[in-house]
């Protein structure tokens, strides 16, 4: 047979050579052969090279189907694990697939002859040697075995390992283990993420007051809180189970005596509650057994399941129970005080008669005997009891009036008649009526107005009286000598401003809320001289305010007192 070029010279030139070839027969058969070739020593000039032939046909197919099978197992292994691995029997690995370099970074080789303990550890177990993991001692099958490693760049990697023991096929000796090892890393961090925020929405739920509780498609309890546990456990020693069905559940808290009322009640509540619970509902409230009211909502999740929310209610119920007593009970007071007003009215009407009419005529009677009338009366002496019953007359009727005026702005009787006010000539009128008292006490009055100065929606009767009042009040109380001022201006920015001054005994600033109270007066020696009501200013103020407007007292003791009265600028009328 041919031998190929170039191998006799390196024969000769080199030494043995071991060639391989293929012969085709005529039948298509193939023949693997193996020549041995050296070379010998000649007698002749030409090299002698002598050749042994061995026919290899079936050790070359042997070899051939090996290599195919390892492939196809390393194909399989690598579909079905990241990597496989095998163990001797004291185990240490006796051979790991090139695969496990791509993924921890440590050639394969480098953990051959190593210890199973030494190249990673059995996640929670110190030792390989427990019951279900891979040990000499029990020689049995495992799987799903958690087997954590440190890769070449320092990261925690972790395989779910699985394994067969392996025995000699003639002696039946324990040799070791083979398995597969898939990566599981991502899925235990993916896991553990998943565990966390388990946690923390088990942990979130717990601290919400009310009772939550949710459940799946089929009605089962999935989680719950200790406050739900705790509205539907009663004196039940163990909590609420997970997996209960919500009938369960309700039937439970029934025994424990949790719903009030007898049994055909609770069975009707029951009932309710069922239905609630298949369908949404909102604010739906009873009543517990031990007295508390509970109000219950129920809500769709988005996968079919249902979430149930239990808020204790009884202190809302409390209040609003309270609110209702007390709303009764100032209906009650409404209705007294309603029918006190319409007996004051009808009392003042009736006053306003009964102590005008004789006073008027007290009054009127007084001054014609004064004023001697029909004739003299006589001794000089019955004129000044005529002249002191008139003005005693006088002033009582003026004390009556503002009482009766007072009661009446009190009562919500006093209605205001409104129309444009003329500033200029009404004020003026003012004036002239204080102007003989303040002349009799030696008193400076002054007028000062704005010279164009706005006509304004009043009550004018009102009007006056506000203005008189305090005109009065500043007279009275400024001792001879001084001067009292009453000045008007305004535009409709900032309204109307009406103020009274004088340079009287003043007002200490704690006296002023005192003043302006109902019949109050203030203490001193120059006002014990003066008699009244004390009504004057709270008059003034309360007509103030029904016109939208106000009343300020700036005041200094043994200075004087400015009053100032505001209208709102929507009661101005420009010319």
Not at 185 to 207: C, G, N, S
Not at 211 to 222: I, N, P, Y
Request: glycine share 8%.
């Amino acid at each position: 047979m041919p031998i190929m070029p170039g191998v006799l010279e390196r024969v000769i030139a080199g030494g043995p050579s071991i060639e391989h070839d293929r012969i085709v027969e005529h039948d298509g058969r193939v023949r693997c052969l193996r020549f041995e070739l050296w070379a010998a020593a000649s007698s002749g000039p030409e090299p002698l090279v002598l050749s042994l032939v061995h026919e290899h046909t079936e050790s070359a197919a042997l070899s051939k189907r090996m290599r195919e099978a390892e492939a196809r197992f390393d194909d399989m292994a690598r579909l079905t694990s990241d990597w496989v691995w095998e163990l001797d029997r004291e185990f240490c690995f006796s051979y790991v697939s090139a695969r496990v370099t791509e993924i921890i970074g440590i050639p394969a080789r480098f953990m051959v002859g190593q210890s199973f303990t030494a190249c990673g550890r059995l996640e929670g177990f110190p030792e390989a040697n427990y019951a279900g993991h891979p040990n000499r001692a029990a020689m049995a099958p495992f799987a799903g075995v958690t087997y954590e490693m440190t890769a070449a760049d320092g990261q925690r990697r972790l395989f779910r390992l699985s394994g067969v023991p392996v025995f000699d096929a003639e002696s039946g000796d324990f040799t070791g283990f083979r398995g597969t090892a898939n990566d599981i890393t991502a899925q235990a961090a993916a896991e553990a993420r998943v565990f966390a925020a388990q946690t923390r929405l088990v942990h979130a739920i717990e601290t919400i007051p009310q009772g939550f509780a949710l459940f799946d498609t089929e009605g089962r309890l999935l989680l719950c809180n200790s406050a739900y546990d705790e509205l539907l456990s009663g004196l039940n020693d163990e909590p609420i189970a997970h997996g209960l069905t919500h009938q369960q559940i309700l039937q439970r808290a029934a025994a424990a005596g949790q719903f009030a009322g007898p049994p055909e009640a609770v069975d009707a509540l029951i009932a309710s509650l069922t239905e609630q619970h298949r369908d949404t509902c909102e604010g739906f409230e009873f009543k517990l057994g031990n007295g508390r009211w509970v109000m219950l909502t129920v809500e769709r999740t988005d996968d079919g399941g249902t979430v149930e929310v239990w808020n204790d209610i009884t202190e809302i119920r409390r209040r609003e129970l309270a609110i209702k007593a007390a709303e009764e009970e100032a209906r009650v007071a409404l209705d007294a005080a309603e029918a006190g007003n319409h007996a004051k009215a009808e009392f003042l009407a009736a006053m306003s008669h009964e102590l005008r009419t004789p006073l008027n005529a007290i009054i009127g009677f007084s001054e014609i005997i004064k004023n001697e009338m029909y004739g003299p009366v006589g001794h000089a002496s019955y004129r000044d009891y005529a002249t002191d019953i008139h003005a005693s007359g006088t002033h009582l009727l003026s004390l009556i009036s503002d009482i009766l005026e007072f009661a009446k702005i009190e009562a919500g009787k006093l209605k205001l008649a409104e129309r444009v006010v003329n500033l200029r000539t009404t004020f003026e009128a003012c004036m002239r009526i204080v102007a003989p008292r303040a002349e009799q006490n030696q008193i400076s009055v002054v007028l000062d107005l704005q010279k164009d100065l706005p006509r304004l929606k009043a009550d004018e009767t009102r009007l006056k009286q506000i203005v008189v009042n305090l005109l009065s009040n500043a007279v009275k109380f400024t001792p001879p000598g001084g001067t009292v001022t009453l000045s008007v201006a305004g535009n409709t920015a900032e309204g109307c401003r009406i103020a009274v001054r004088d340079t009287g005994i003043g007002i200490a600033p704690e006296d002023i809320p005192r003043a302006l109270s109902a019949f109050g007066q203030i203490e001193s020696q120059l006002s014990r001289r003066f008699e009244g009501t004390g009504l004057g200013l709270t008059l003034a103020k309360s007509l103030a305010e029904m016109h939208g407007g106000a009343l300020i007292i700036e005041s200094e003791v043994n200075v004087g007192t400015v009053v100032t009265i505001t209208m709102p600028g929507a009661r101005i009328v420009e010319r």
